[in-house]
């Protein structure tokens, strides 16, 4: 479900740094910033309601499909429905270690994507 909810918090922070000026970063960079500070300082404070928006459209992706999966088809159990239930029967403790390696999963899968992809071109 990350691989297909991600795409909406990529999308909309792309958005953001296409709107940022450009002019911006470069007169803080020619202020003497470094391109770390310009980006906290400039950059990201420009960029925030895009990642919030995304964050937010992502969030609610992912738990309308837990609530689909949980009402149509609960057997046999998806990485969501078993994140779930171990929270549920465990605790945080137990559900963490699935989350963290599905996230890591998702993002080696996207780098992976991503590298074909331009690979190809």
Do not use: C, H, Q
């Not at 940022?20 to 950059?43: D, M, Q, Y």
């Not at 990485?79 to 559900?95: A, H, K, Q, W």
């Amino acid at each position: 479900m990350l691989y297909v909810g991600l795409p909406y918090m990529v999308n909309s922070g792309r958005d953001g740094f296409l709107m940022v000026n450009e002019e911006l970063e470069n007169v803080s960079r020619t202020l003497g910033a470094s391109k770390i500070k310009t980006f906290f300082n400039i950059s990201l404070p420009l960029i925030k309601n895009n990642l919030v928006s995304g964050s937010i459209l992502t969030f609610a992706r992912g738990i309308s499909e837990v609530g689909a999966i949980l009402i149509v088809a609960y057997f046999p159990k998806t990485t969501p429905v078993l994140i779930l239930d171990r929270f549920n029967e465990y605790g945080l403790s137990s559900s963490k270690p699935i989350s963290v390696i599905m996230i890591v999963l998702s993002i080696v899968l996207f780098s992976v994507f991503r590298l074909v992809r331009y690979n190809k071109k």
